[in-house]
């Protein structure tokens, strides 16, 4: 029997840095194209100031409109605060509250305007706001392989974090390549590492890359132990709130070919995916 891969599509990712806003009726239709692909996860929007990320205003309203649609994926949402939590909640559609925690300091300011122990405390705040609801937090480690800031940064460093949200219970982190930074060694080292010491834990891994470079991290993560990856079709997108030049997301075609190449079963349509990325492609391209 074939490995399992969680392969997960982020549509928010791909479309919050682009400047001219996506008309919401688009929005709606290619998500709705996408939960037909059967995606483990689909991160669809975001509960943050829309002053900060003013393409995903309509968060509420696309989430009202998807409501009906039958589907196998789960629902994702990105909240920084304990109130974005709360305007989440709302959702009974919403699996998944994802909350950014940055391994940098400076990007974990310029990201949520706190510091890392302030972030650190609404990670636990929403911890308790989700208790005895049916929704899981998601934590993602932004700049889990290095940081454009020349800030202090190594392995090690990521590990003392993995151990002190393990301590309140977190059970799935997504370490992100926020700026396409990481070394293979690197992801190596962490996902052999975290995977086993942690097996409470489900590590993802959320990786920007340049479009034909996707292979070597994605390899190492997977040899390594990794099973859940984030990807965007064609790898529209990218941080917005990195202070370097935007580089794309992990491209979910990609994803795709790789799980093929290893034999392990990803569990989507293909043909429904081929209809997912033709919207992209003419709504992102």
Request: hydrophobic residues 40%; charged residues 25%; aromatic residues 10%.
């Amino acid at each position: 029997m074939s490995e399992k891969i969680k392969i997960v599509d982020c549509p928010r990712d791909a479309m919050q840095g682009i400047h001219d806003f996506i008309k919401t009726e688009d929005k709606i239709d290619h998500l709705t194209k996408l939960m037909k692909v059967g995606f483990d996860t689909i991160d669809c929007g975001s509960f943050v100031s829309p002053k900060i990320i003013p393409q995903m205003a309509d968060t509420n309203e696309v989430l009202q409109a998807v409501k009906t649609v039958q589907t196998e994926s789960k629902l994702s949402v990105i909240v920084a605060s304990e109130g974005g939590a709360e305007r989440a909640l709302l959702h009974e559609n919403v699996d998944f509250l994802g909350f950014p925690f940055s391994i940098s300091e400076q990007f974990q300011f310029d990201n949520t305007n706190k510091s890392r122990e302030e972030a650190f405390q609404s990670v636990q705040n929403i911890v308790n706001l989700l208790e005895g609801t049916s929704k899981e937090l998601l934590l993602y480690f932004s700049m889990a392989f290095g940081n454009p800031y020349q800030e202090e940064w190594n392995v090690n460093l990521v590990k003392e974090w993995a151990a002190r949200f393990s301590d309140i219970g977190i059970k799935m982190i997504n370490l992100s390549d926020t700026t396409s930074v990481a070394h293979k060694e690197d992801v190596e080292e962490l996902f052999k590492t975290l995977v086993p010491k942690y097996p409470e834990i489900e590590f993802g891994a959320h990786f920007h890359t340049e479009y034909l470079e996707w292979f070597t991290k994605v390899d190492a993560a997977y040899q390594n132990g990794c099973r859940k990856f984030d990807g965007a079709i064609k790898g529209f997108g990218g941080c917005p709130m990195a202070k370097s030049e935007m580089v794309g997301n992990m491209p979910t075609e990609k994803l795709i070919t790789y799980a093929e190449s290893v034999n392990a079963d990803h569990g989507l349509n293909l043909f429904a995916f081929e209809s997912a990325y033709n919207s992209a492609m003419r709504i992102l391209g």
